[in-house]
């Protein structure tokens, strides 16, 4: 391929010396004499992450072809990135880039080769939003690990490397060389909407170690980690894809509960960072995100912390960033604030011609362009994308879901799964006193890629371990009727296992609970999301978190419930009392075990 070539040779002496995790990314001056050739369309293209709908780069179906053309003019991520020279491509399901690992491996691949194909053509940095948990875009049969909380509640520095050393090796075998996780945010807010579970806890010490650990795991497997979401989206009630939410904190406080993470995540050599749509008035006054904000950005990211690495704003698309502004001014003042990459414009071809139009009304200089493409492209130069951007199928399958991956995977939930009440040692469970099992409760729309729904997952893997179970799926707001049916059902159990997830005061989930201990059955409840669950049913005798309702959660649970693991989760999140949220039930650390 003679594009290929090209870049290659041009960049050979950069490439050959690189070192992965090394600090010299790449020779400075090779870099620039690259973009000292490209054009000015060329360079602000550069600066655009975008979606595309497909799962192949030239031939989607027909359904993707006409969501293209609608939403980006175009018919195929080959046209799009010819059209606008983009430096990046994001993966979602919903696009339907991710139906298959050699499928990805093959969309990467011809992104590649579309970009590459060009004149000037640059490899593509393709990226992904990959925590683990209840947000993972590629599912199985890749592996998929505990979310973050669920990591902070096991603990173990060693784990999250583990996490992101295999997650990395298996989004880098399909050609995704950039994924937006770790969060880097402190959860010290419960009704946080957004959040929640995606953080590793409300201590900042144990989130920054945890954060650190993880970059480095990624930084091992040649894949770009990004903490977000920077100065800190823990302490909200406003989800930023809905609306634009303020976080009080003082100065001071900011130094103490948000910054510790960001920081050590600078220390562990953080490749990029990524910015919140929120409003701080003790770090920027003015009224304007924290993307947007010079003061934040620059002054405080890149000045006051040191940060010299690519920063991405969140996605262009959420209403936090769109309601001071309209969507051609802002990835106008991003740039101006410190930004390097613009995610997800909501219309590409505004915020594309908005950037140009900047430039040759001089409001951006060249100059400005050149320092975030100098970024862009030392990040890629360091995860080797100009020396072998291309995949290949056994590589594939020589890396992604192998059995090693995905034992490594299930050790680590083991070690998360959160004994929070056991009353009179109901649990562990015996398949000999309780045979019988009735596995109800909520049944949430499954996280990408798990088997789901959670009560059958859960019943599966409680029938693997030698229990008769049956499963009976009664909702997020069970009706009195499906109550009814379930208080019915438990008269043929031994013991009833229920999932709750994010009860409230008003939550029929607690008429459902209520009703199946008045049956006088044992009821054993696992919180199959936010583990504040158990402070709206005080009365259950056995009460689990698993953090999230992922197949590998869900599994390490039901081995715990069985004995046959003993529970060793800590809460990382203090659970305040619900009739007095001032008062603490159970505090950061709490966590019962079994008796040896």
Do not use: C
């Not at 780069?57 to 293209?68: E, G, H, K």
């Not at 046209?79 to 430096?87: D, H, P, T, V």
């Not at 879901?401 to 995905?406: E, S």
């Not at 997830?501 to 006088?520: E, F, H, I, K």
């Amino acid at each position: 391929m003679p594009s290929r070539r090209t870049v290659l040779a041009a960049t050979a002496g950069a490439a050959a010396t690189l070192t992965l995790g090394g600090t010299a990314y790449a020779d400075d001056k090779k870099l620039r004499s690259l973009i000292s050739r490209m054009t000015l369309e060329e360079k602000v293209g550069q600066l655009f992450v975008s979606r595309v709908y497909g799962h192949s780069a030239t031939a989607p179906d027909q359904a993707d072809i006409d969501a293209n053309l609608e939403e980006l003019g175009v018919r195929t991520a080959a046209e799009l990135i010819a059209k606008y020279r983009l430096g990046g491509i994001i993966y979602f399901a919903w696009a339907h880039n991710t139906r298959d690992p050699h499928q990805i491996a093959g969309l990467s691949n011809g992104i590649q080769r579309a970009s590459l194909g060009l004149p000037r053509g640059l490899p593509m940095l393709i990226s992904t939003d990959q925590e683990h948990g209840i947000v993972a875009r590629v599912g199985r049969p890749a592996t998929l690990f505990p979310g973050a909380m669920a990591i902070g509640a096991g603990g173990s520095g060693t784990d999250a490397r583990t996490l992101g050393r295999i997650a990395g090796r298996e989004l880098r075998a399909m050609g995704i060389r950039q994924d937006y996780t770790p969060v880097a945010d402190v959860n010290v807010n419960p009704a946080n909407p957004v959040i929640g579970v995606r953080s590793f806890g409300s201590d900042p010490d144990a989130v920054a170690a945890l954060v650190a650990a993880e970059t480095r795991g990624y930084e091992a497997s040649g894949v770009a980690a990004t903490a977000k979401h920077f100065p800190g989206h823990g302490d909200t009630e406003v989800d930023s894809h809905y609306g634009f939410p303020t976080i009080t904190h003082t100065r001071t406080q900011w130094e103490t509960l948000d910054a510790p993470p960001f920081r050590a995540a600078i220390a562990a050599g953080i490749d990029s960072i990524m910015t919140a749509h929120i409003l701080v008035p003790a770090l920027d006054d003015s009224g304007d995100p924290a993307t947007l904000s010079r003061p934040i950005l620059t002054g405080i990211l890149r000045e006051n912390l040191g940060y010299d690495g690519v920063v991405v704003t969140d996605a262009l698309d959420m209403a936090g960033v769109r309601q001071k502004y309209g969507d051609d001014r802002v990835p106008v003042l991003a740039l101006k604030a410190g930004v390097d990459q613009l995610l997800n414009a909501p219309e590409l071809d505004i915020a594309w011609n908005a950037v140009l139009t900047a430039v040759q009304d001089g409001e951006l200089t060249e100059e400005r362009l050149d320092e975030s493409i100098l970024r862009v492209l030392r990040l890629k130069a360091k995860l080797g994308l100009f020396d072998e951007p291309y995949v290949s199928d056994g590589g594939v399958d020589r890396t992604v879901g192998v059995k090693a991956h995905l034992a490594a995977a299930d050790r680590v939930a083991e070690r998360t799964t959160t004994l929070l009440v056991n009353e009179g040692g109901l649990l562990p469970l015996s398949h000999r006193t309780h045979p019988r099992l009735l596995v109800v409760g909520a049944d949430p729309a499954s996280p990408s890629g798990s088997t789901g729904p959670p009560t059958h997952v859960l019943a599966a893997a409680l029938a693997e371990l030698g229990f008769t179970t049956t499963a009976l799926s009664t909702g997020t707001a069970p009706s009195a009727t499906t109550v009814a049916g379930a208080v019915a059902a438990a008269g043929n159990a031994d013991a009833v296992v229920v999932g709750t997830y994010n009860v409230s005061a008003t939550s029929t989930q607690r008429t459902l609970v209520q009703q199946l201990l008045a049956t006088g059955k044992p009821v054993v409840a696992l919180a199959i999301r936010n583990p504040y669950d158990v402070a709206q049913l005080p009365s259950v005798p056995a009460y689990l978190a698993s953090y999230s309702w992922t197949d590998v959660e869900l599994r390490a649970a039901a081995r715990v419930i069985a004995g046959r693991v003993r529970p060793r989760g800590k809460l990382p999140v203090p659970v305040q009392r619900a009739d007095d949220p001032a008062s603490v039930l159970y505090p950061v650390g709490h966590g019962l075990s079994y008796r040896t």
